[in-house]
Nanobody, 128 residues
Framework: QVQLVESGGGLVQAGDSLRLSCAAS????????MGWFRQAPGKERESVAA????????YYADSVKGRFTISRDNAKNTVYLQMNNLKAEDTAVYYC?????????????????????WGQGTQVTVSS
């Protein structure tokens, strides 16, 4: 069982930057693919970024490409989301997720099964 705790959210202005962190415990972190998701009020949760177990491969939603960067430090059991040039439409609760299957993190698994483990979320609010 993996426990995930996000931090780093807050209220910023459009154009600012934030870095989210997600600390993992209770499992072998380097065995898990990791992802960041977000859910805005009245909208479905969407994938933002994903990273493979070793960090060699990363994937992004079109809406954040070129602005967000996912990274991980397996020695610190932590995954990060660096968010630059934030926009009002980035306002959402951001969740990190873990799963041994990168396909599940990316939403490409059979039956659209999603990640097994989730954090509690951190609010990001971008004022325009």
């Amino acid at each position: 069982q993996v426990q995930l705790v996000e931090s780093g959210g807050g209220l910023v202005q459009a154009g600012d930057s934030l870095r989210l962190s997600c600390a993992a415990s209770g499992g072998t972190f380097s065995s898990y693919a990791m992802g960041w998701f977000r859910q805005a009020p009245g909208k479905e949760r969407e994938s933002v970024a994903a990273i493979s177990e070793g960090g060699g491969s990363s994937y992004y939603a079109d809406s954040v490409k070129g602005r967000f960067t996912i990274s991980r430090d397996n020695a610190k059991n932590t995954v990060y989301l660096q968010m630059n040039n934030l926009k009002a439409e980035d306002t959402a609760v951001y969740y990190c997720a873990a799963d041994p299957s990168l396909s599940r993190i990316r939403g490409q698994a059979k039956g659209k099964m999603g990640p097994r483990f989730w954090g509690q979320g951190t609010q990001v609010t971008v004022s325009s």
